[in-house]
Nanobody, 123 residues
Framework: QVQLVESGGGLVQTGDSLRLSCAAS????????MAWFRQAPGKEREFVAD????????RYPDSAKGRFTISRDNAKNTLFLQMNSLEPEDTASYYCAAYSGCYPPRTDEYDYWGQGTQVTVSS
């Protein structure tokens, strides 16, 4: 089992930055590919970023490229999401997820999920 706890969300204004964290416990964090997803009310869950177990490869959808950066500190069992130039469209609950393998799946079939942290961007 892996337990994931997100933090760092909040209410910000357009153009501001936030750094989300996801603290992992329970198993060897460095064995898991990790990802961030988000879900706004009334919308489907959306992929935000993923990263391999070593941190060597990261992927983003077009909506996040150039604004968001995913990173991890395996020594501290923590995943991060640096979000810059935030827009109202980024308002959502943000979830971290862990996959039992080094390389992220191409779907959202992750094994473990956190409870989420709310990000609200006002215009």
């Amino acid at each position: 089992q892996v337990q994931l706890v997100e933090s760092g969300g909040g209410l910000v204004q357009t153009g501001d930055s936030l750094r989300l964290s996801c603290a992992a416990s329970g198993r060897t964090f460095g064995n898991y590919a990790m990802a961030w997803f988000r879900q706004a009310p009334g919308k489907e869950r959306e992929f935000v970023a993923d990263i391999t177990c070593t941190g060597s490869t990261r992927r983003y959808p077009d909506s996040a490229k150039g604004r968001f950066t995913i990173s991890r500190d395996n020594a501290k069992n923590t995943l991060f999401l640096q979000m810059n130039s935030l827009e109202p469209e980024d308002t959502a609950s943000y979830y971290c997820a862990a996959y039992s393998g080094c390389y992220p799946p191409r779907t959202d079939e992750y094994d473990y999920w956190g409870q989420g942290t709310q990000v609200t961007v006002s215009s």
